[in-house]
T-cell receptor
Framework: GAGVSQTPSNKVTEKGKYVELRCDPISGHTALYWYRQSLGQGPEFLIYFQGTGAADDSGLPNDRFFAVRPEGSVSTLKIQRTERGDSAVYLC???????????????FGPGTRLTVL | DQQVKQNSPSLSVQEGRISILNCDYTNSMFDYFLWYKKYPAEGPTFLISISSIKDKNEDGRFTVFLNKSAKHLSLHIVPSQPGDSAVYFCAASVSNDYKLSFGAGTTVTVRA
């Protein structure tokens, strides 16, 4: 079946601009995650959705970052007034969240490489 | 602060030999550990996991060992194949949590 897809694959923008990054999770997955991977680092957690609601947004670095998932499927990560330090690969993942107690396997998309000039 | 550490940024191994990747963690609440593999321009792909109630989990050529007292885990790949050349990330979580904490990754190169 289709995996997690992310668009665009690459985004170049200028400092101060607004960007939106889109994630389409695996069909039927109720949980959706956003991570950010800076150069030479592992992915860092940003936000987690269970259904339509953001269950945990503690990883968002500041109030310029916001994410939505209005219908419980597609999610959009929004970054206002972009800064050069926002340049990174933004990864989206989804999982079933069956509630069995153990962490469900998170399946990652290919990421969006954001470059802020 | 980095709660999961992979201190070796790279590893080169000959085809057919064993690859051993190491990972250390500091958070004693972690009780579920995973390894992900990543090829260029692709997202991380789940490889193998282990819960803290075990000290070993094997899946084909891949075995993960967990030493809770040392807060250390390792991934063994035997035998190593050219297709194993990739970046390997160690990750950890609390079982009733959803956030994965990742190490910085180890780039494995398998030489023919």
């Amino acid at each position: 079946g289709a995996g997690v897809s992310q668009t665009p694959s690459n985004k170049v923008t200028e400092k101060g601009k607004y960007v939106e990054l889109r994630c389409d999770p695996i069909s039927g997955h109720t949980a959706l995650y956003w991570y950010r991977q800076s150069l030479g680092q592992g992915p860092e957690f940003l936000i987690y959705f269970q259904g339509t609601g953001a269950a945990d947004d503690s990883g968002l670095p500041n109030d310029r970052f916001f994410a939505v998932r209005p219908e419980g499927s597609v999610s959009t990560l929004k970054i206002q007034r972009t800064e050069r330090g926002d340049s990174a690969v933004y990864l989206c993942a989804s999982s079933l969240r069956s509630g069995r107690g153990y962490t469900d396997t998170q399946y990652f998309g290919p990421g969006t490489r954001l470059t802020v000039l | 602060d980095q709660q999961v550490k992979q201190n070796s940024p790279s590893l080169s191994v000959q085809e057919g030999r064993i690859s051993i990747l190491n990972c250390d963690y500091t958070n004693s609440m972690f009780d579920y550990f995973l390894w992900y593999k990543k090829y260029p321009a692709e997202g991380p792909t789940f490889l193998i996991s282990i819960s803290s109630i075990k000290d070993k989990n094997e899946d084909g050529r891949f075995t993960v060992f967990l030493n809770k007292s040392a807060k250390h885990l390792s991934l063994h790949i035997v035998p190593s194949q050219p297709g194993d050349s990739a970046v390997y990330f160690c990750a950890a979580s609390v079982s009733n949590d959803y956030k994965l904490s990742f190490g910085a990754g180890t780039t494995v190169t398998v030489r023919a």
